[in-house]
């Protein structure tokens, strides 16, 4: 069963399936802008933390939901026979019998002041063999409008809307977290890629300087043999090139190091062709531009103003307040104010008897 839901969980790993950047064993070269563009597009954990907005964003929706109406019902049926202990029981039999059947339905709205209002019809059978009862079986239905507000705990606009204030605070704080993780990736990124062309420079170099080593030792041992320059000599010029190889070898390593840490922010170690890719950095390093001159204070403000991680932290600050102002409206006594106004009704089988003069006035 294929579902929106599964689609995106499976998506997850088609990463190895999607066509490839580069044939396998060719190098795949790569600019900073490529770069980011596949950081963002294909590092799974950049994928798991959109989901953190949607959540926080159903939230909201959950914290709103607790002022949405509601409908309820209720039924019961209850029947019991007993043997008779008292004459004032009025059963002409040697049981008592009661039969009773209830059943309710109504309307519920709460308000955003912490009361409820709840609209309610009932409707009730009851029928017994008791010979008291000038109408049975009788039937009672009951409408009513019913208004509960709490006074001290649970009362109050600012208490009903703390988890909706709560719920719109961690969306925003989502948010914030969602651009300094963008941040810290492409920062992350660009550190890694930076190293990856150092690194190759880096390994030139010392390619050169191997070189430039090997060409002195084979000049020394041509002096040598002409007898310009003693043997013993030569051991300066070996020990420099065995140097200059150690050197070549430990650049070779930082290399291949620094082209795993490059793919395996970009999740290129995902795909079976990119094992063995070398990944060639096309762009170079651009002068600095010339320091400006500012303030610390003026630095410190526009840190303020552009920190995500800053805004995310007075977000949560705030709501540790108001679940402080919420854990204290809980210690309050419980004191609601209830009102109730309502119809009833009653009809029934009138029952023939003269032991009371109240069924004289009655209706057939």
Do not use: C
């Not at 009653?346 to 003269?354: D, K």
């Amino acid at each position: 069963q294929w579902t929106d839901k599964n689609r995106e969980a499976f998506e997850f790993h088609l990463f190895s399936m999607e066509q490839d950047l580069a044939a396998a064993g060719a190098p795949l070269p790569l600019s900073l802008e490529d770069a980011f563009r596949l950081a963002l597009r294909q590092n799974l954990d950049l994928r798991s933390e959109r989901y953190t907005a949607d959540i926080a964003e159903m939230e909201i929706k959950k914290a709103k939901g607790a002022f949405d109406a509601f409908a309820f019902s209720s039924f019961s049926y209850d029947f019991s026979s007993e043997p008779l202990s008292s004459q004032l029981q009025g059963a002409d039999t040697f049981y008592s019998k009661r039969e009773s059947t209830f059943f309710d339905i109504g309307l519920g709205k709460p308000v955003k002041t912490g009361g409820v209002m709840e609209l309610a019809l009932e409707m009730n059978r009851f029928e017994s063999n008791s010979t008291f009862l000038i109408i049975n079986p009788y039937y009672s239905t009951r409408l009513n409008l019913t208004f509960t507000q709490p006074l001290l705990k649970n009362a109050g606009i600012a208490f009903q809307n703390a988890p909706i204030r709560i719920a719109e605070n961690l969306h925003l704080i989502s948010g914030d977290r969602w651009q300094e993780f963008v941040t810290d990736i492409l920062v992350t990124v660009s550190q890694a890629y930076w190293d990856l062309a150092f690194a190759f420079e880096n390994l030139q170099v010392r390619k050169q300087s191997l070189e430039l080593a090997r060409e002195l030792l084979r000049d020394n041992e041509t002096q040598v043999r002409l007898g310009t320059l003693a043997p013993i000599d030569l051991l300066q010029s070996q020990t420099g090139v065995a140097l200059r190889e150690e050197e070549v070898i430990g650049a070779e390593a930082l290399l291949e190091s620094a082209q795993d840490v490059l793919k395996e922010l970009l999740q290129l170690d995902q795909a079976p062709t990119y094992s063995s890719t070398r990944v060639l950095p096309t762009d170079t390093p651009s002068t600095p531009p010339p320091p400006e001159d500012s303030r610390l204070e003026d630095a410190i403000a526009l840190a303020f103003r552009n920190r995500p991680e800053y805004r995310a932290a007075l977000k949560e600050l705030e709501n540790k307040n108001l679940q402080i102002k919420v854990a204290e409206n809980q210690l309050l006594p419980v004191l609601d104010f209830m009102g109730s106004v309502g119809l009833n009704g009653l009809a029934g089988s009138a029952v023939p008897t003269t032991d009371f003069t109240a069924i004289e006035k009655l209706s057939p």
